[in-house]
């Protein structure tokens, strides 16, 4: 019984310390996150495929966030630094991944979404993120969506 009480008290002490010294776990998740879902499977075998459908037919290429943020080479470095500047962390899913999240999985895809305090809200989905000519347009978008995420949006039921 001693021996219980002592490991308790080296816990307690213990997390005290990290909390002091900054050294506690950093994994919290954040209270907000912005999650972007692309309409396309991960995998390098996917990534291949879509790297090809990009360049052969990209006007039949059905991720439009994917061809309006991304090059041949990599994610635009203008759509980098914009997610940089934000102060809201940001995930990206494929549509394959969303097994865990039942919010997202009826969304139409590719869409984005902010997650406030375990509330899922839409930003953008489907149809107007396809009708998006460009990365300015969609930063523009953005901008206006998350200064106006208090009014305005309804969060997303699970199914």
């Given at each position: 019984?001693?021996t ?11 997390t005290?310390?990290?909390a ?10 954040p209270?907000?996150?912005l ?5 396309a499977d991960s995998?390098i ?11 052969v ?14 090059s041949?080479?990599?994610m635009k470095?203008?759509w980098?630094d ?9 995930l990206?899913?494929?549509?394959d991944?969303?097994g ?5 999985q ?14 899922t809200?839409v930003?953008?989905e ?12 969609l930063?523009d978008?953005m901008?206006?969506r998350i200064k106006?995420?208090?009014r305005?949006l309804?969060?997303?039921?699970s199914?």
């Open positions: 019984m001693k219980i009480k002592i490991i308790g008290v080296a816990m307690a002490l213990l005290g310390l990290l002091v010294t900054g050294l506690q776990s950093k994994t919290k998740a209270t907000e996150q999650i972007f879902i692309y309409n995998g075998f996917n990534a291949v495929s879509d790297y090809v459908h990009k360049i037919s990209p006007a039949t290429y059905p991720c439009s966030l994917c061809g309006i943020t991304y041949n080479l990599g470095t203008a980098a914009y997610l940089k500047s934000l102060a809201i962390p940001s990206f899913l494929h549509m991944q969303l865990n999240q039942p919010k997202l009826n969304l139409s895809l590719p869409a984005v979404v902010l997650q406030q305090s375990g509330i809200y930003l953008i489907g149809p107007e993120m396809d009708s998006v000519a460009n990365l300015d347009e930063i978008l901008d206006s106006n995420k208090r305005n309804t969060p997303v039921e199914s």
